[in-house]
């Protein structure tokens, strides 16, 4: 089965999500990988929304995918729009 871990907000604005299968990772492993993004080589990322400046919290749902192969097009447009709309969110502050 294909999960998906957020790393959401009090506002449910999502930092960051990680999809993975539960053949392959645990839901300890993936938070593992996921604190990386926010401490490895000085984190790519801030520990806060930059929208509403809360601190995220983790949550992990199951999709309704069973394979990576079978979730990797759904996943590629949700990144997609999700690009779309952080640039539009930051050049409106510009």
Same mark, same amino acid.
């Given at each position: 089965?294909?999960?998906?871990?957020?790393?959401?907000?009090?506002?449910?604005?999502?930092?960051?999500? &990680?999809?993975?299968?539960?053949? !392959?990772?645990?839901?300890?492993?993936?938070?593992? /990988?996921? @604190?990386?993004?926010? #401490?490895?080589?000085?984190?790519?990322?801030?520990?806060?929304?930059?929208?509403?400046?809360?601190?995220?919290?983790?949550?992990?749902?199951?999709? &309704?995918?069973?394979?990576?192969? !079978?979730?990797?097009?759904?996943?590629?447009?949700? /990144?997609? @729009?999700?690009?779309? #709309?952080?640039?539009?969110?930051?050049?409106?502050?510009?």
């Amino acid at each position: 089965m294909i999960w998906v871990t957020q790393y959401l907000c009090p506002d449910r604005h999502a930092l960051f999500a &990680l999809a993975w299968d539960d053949n !392959e990772m645990s839901q300890a492993s993936v938070e593992a /990988e996921g @604190e990386k993004m926010f #401490t490895e080589n000085g984190g790519p990322l801030n520990r806060w929304c930059e929208l509403c400046g809360g601190a995220p919290h983790v949550e992990h749902q199951e999709s &309704l995918f069973q394979t990576m192969e !079978e979730a990797m097009p759904t996943l590629k447009q949700v /990144e997609s @729009e999700n690009i779309r #709309t952080r640039d539009f969110v930051l050049g409106m502050r510009n």
